[in-house]
């Protein structure tokens, strides 16, 4: 393991981003102690509360655990880590076929929420949804504004689903990196585009017909794809 002297400006977030890297690509491995304060604060020329800082953001972020009077340890981000992971394996690029990843995810969420849209949408919701819906022929061929209004529109099912869990997972997936518009444009153009989809999963919520709700999202969201290359790393 590698570890850089940093400079002045953003200490706290050059020594996490570091540790962090090293965690997540497993130059730290799970189960293992991480590097003693004094150590640390020698690798990277940095004061010791720096380096606390950046252990703290670390422990927050269910990466490692801090015993008093023991040592701190890595944590396996796979079995205790949560959808916050996700920001940091994208940032890092530790998981190659993350973007397919997310895709699936995604797909099985928005899924399952328009069943539970149908089923519990309240007038106002479904209102919300349609004119969403209608909102996204306005775009017009513009991919970046057809993005945004997917996302929209995407927000209003999750809001109708009455169901926190989910809406807290949607914001993950589509946070920072993981945004549905820096996926690659060309895996997502045939999933933008078909507003058609888009106002029957409308109708479909707005009438009460959950499977029939269910399988439309389903199959629109299966026509974003993940990249080629993407894939050939996993």
Not at 82 to 90: E, F, I, K, R
Request: proline content about 4%.
């Amino acid at each position: 393991m590698t570890l850089d002297r940093v400079h002045r400006a953003g200490l706290v977030e050059a020594v996490f981003q570091q540790l962090r890297a090293a965690i997540l690509e497993g130059d730290l491995p799970p189960g293992s102690r991480m590097p003693s304060e004094r150590t640390l604060v020698e690798r990277f020329g940095v004061s010791r509360p720096v380096v606390r800082e950046a252990l703290s953001r670390l422990e927050h972020s269910s990466l490692i655990r801090v015993q008093q009077g023991a040592s701190t340890t890595v944590r396996d981000w796979r079995t205790e880590g949560d959808l916050g992971v996700l920001l940091d394996l994208a940032e890092v690029g530790a998981v190659g076929h993350l973007e397919r990843d997310i895709i699936e995810a995604r797909q099985a969420i928005g899924s399952d929420a328009a069943r539970r849209c149908a089923q519990r949408a309240t007038p106002h919701d479904v209102a919300a949804i349609t004119a969403a819906a209608d909102d996204l022929a306005g775009a017009g061929p513009d991919l970046v504004e057809l993005d945004r209004r997917n996302l929209v529109f995407w927000r209003a099912v999750m809001v109708a689903t009455q169901n926190i869990a989910y809406q807290l997972a949607y914001n993950s997936l589509i946070s920072g990196r993981l945004a549905p518009r820096d996926q690659p444009v060309q895996g997502r153009v045939d999933e933008l585009v078909d507003i058609t989809a888009h106002r029957q999963l409308a109708v479909l919520i707005a009438a009460g017909e959950a499977e029939a709700a269910a399988a439309v999202a389903w199959a629109l969201l299966d026509r974003t794809e993940a990249p080629v290359s993407d894939e050939a790393t996993g």
